[in-house]
């Protein structure tokens, strides 16, 4: 089938984007706090930030979690209790005690406003209609104080068309095998609009003891029109890097996009 022809999906499938239990799970034994490269460079790009930050999607407190330690005045949210449960316990162990609150991307809410707004790793792109994406931007500049910086990472268009699986495995300190099986099912060129069926497995002396479908669906937005719809939302002094690296520029090679932007003064 041409990739332009988007795959059916049962109108029972799962609710997209849930992040359960065992998802989580194996998200944060591949990505404990402070694993990944793109820490060094917030770290860099928030040291002078004077006053809070909010993370949206903070999930398991992987960036959270150093920024905080980093002496940086931050509170996060995210959708799904699961990610929220392990952030909060990453959190006590370290005797850190952050604002954490359950909302979605659409209609979180808070009474003061932010000195700088981050979304990394692509977490934005879990926004699959155009439509609640731009109203999330416009969100995101409403909770920014005048000269408050909104850091924003996305995939390149290039990860749309990926219709390589996802295979991996992982042991557990128990000894259990955990595994997670991605396939893309839908991919719509058009609305620039992928989804995929996530498998998690849990494997114990050979047997699967415990399994959970997650159903992924992302938008990908092309540079120009990021910052086109960055624009439109009121933001300004709107510039591109790549791969968290500083001073990187854009290239075909580009596994991530750093995006920043500012609300006027």
């Known amino acids: 089938m041409p990739l332009a ?3 059916s999906v049962p109108s029972n499938a799962a609710v997209p984007n849930r992040y359960g239990a065992l998802c989580t799970e194996i998200y944060d034994l591949d990505k404990p706090p402070g694993s990944l490269p793109d820490v060094p ?3 860099d790009r928030l040291a002078q930030t004077d006053g809070p930050i ?4 903070c999930g ?6 150093p920024l905080l330690e980093a002496g940086l005045e931050v509170e996060g949210f995210d959708h799904s209790e699961d990610m929220l449960a392990v952030c909060r316990r990453h ?3 370290r005797g850190l005690t952050p604002s954490l609150r359950r909302s979605r991307f659409q209609d979180f809410a808070y009474d003061h406003d932010f000195a700088a707004i981050l979304v990394p790793v ?3 792109t879990l926004l699959d209609d155009f439509a609640e994406a731009f109203a999330v931007l416009k969100r995101f500049f409403d909770h920014l104080r005048p000269g408050g910086r909104l850091l924003i990472d996305q995939m390149p268009l290039a990860y749309l068309t990926n219709e390589k699986p996802d295979v991996r495995t992982w042991t557990t300190a128990e000894g259990d095998v955990l595994r997670i099986e991605g396939r893309a099912v839908e991919i719509d060129l058009l609305a620039q609009r992928r989804v995929t069926h996530d498998r998690y497995e849990r ?5 699967l003891v415990e399994s959970e479908l997650e159903v992924m669906a992302f938008r990908l937005w092309g540079l120009k029109e990021f910052e086109l719809a960055l624009a439109a939302a009121g933001f300004e002094a ?9 001073g990187g520029r854009p290239r075909r090679s580009s596994r991530i996009l750093n995006f920043e932007a500012r609300r006027p003064i």
């Open 203 to 207: 494997w114990r002396d050979g047997r």
């Open 5 to 7: 022809e988007p795959i």
């Open 238 to 246: 709107i510039t591109v890097g790549a791969d968290h690296q500083p």
């Open 41 to 43: 460079f917030y770290l």
């Open 122 to 124: 692509g977490t934005f």
């Open 54 to 57: 909010l993370e949206a999607a």
């Open 60 to 65: 398991t407190g992987r960036l959270l979690i």
């Open 91 to 93: 959190c006590a162990a």
